[in-house]
């Protein structure tokens, strides 16, 4: 159930994260791509709330920093993997705008998301 989960609050920020990728759906019927669709839509409201709790106050990847945000509706390996973007998201702008010499801005993505699989990086 989606009610009381907080991994459903608005995230403002200004900067926008744009990463496309292709994927195969050659033989996903409606009802398989509405699913996945919902999923992508939970995972990338979590990396976000995820991030905006990682701007504020740091945090690693771990149980006490992921229990920061509560989410019953992803599975503990779907939250980690948010988890894991955020952190990179976040340590990326910091560091890429004090190479550039100018103020960071809290990321949050907008479209499509890595997603990572047991075996290594794969993307989604």
Known sequence: SREGCGCHALVAGTASVNISIKVGLNFATATKLRRLSALLSRLRSLT???IASLWQERGS????TMDRIPCTCLSYRHRANCLKVAIEHVVGTRRAAKELGVA???????????????AGARRW
Do not use: D, E, G, T
């Not at 990847?61 to 006490?64: A, D, T, V």
């Not at 960071?104 to 047991?118: E, F, K, T, Y």
């Open 61 to 64: 990847l771990s149980k006490k």
């Open 48 to 50: 976000n709330a995820y």
């Open 104 to 118: 960071a801005s809290l990321p949050v993505l907008r479209r499509s998301m890595r997603l990572r699989h047991r």
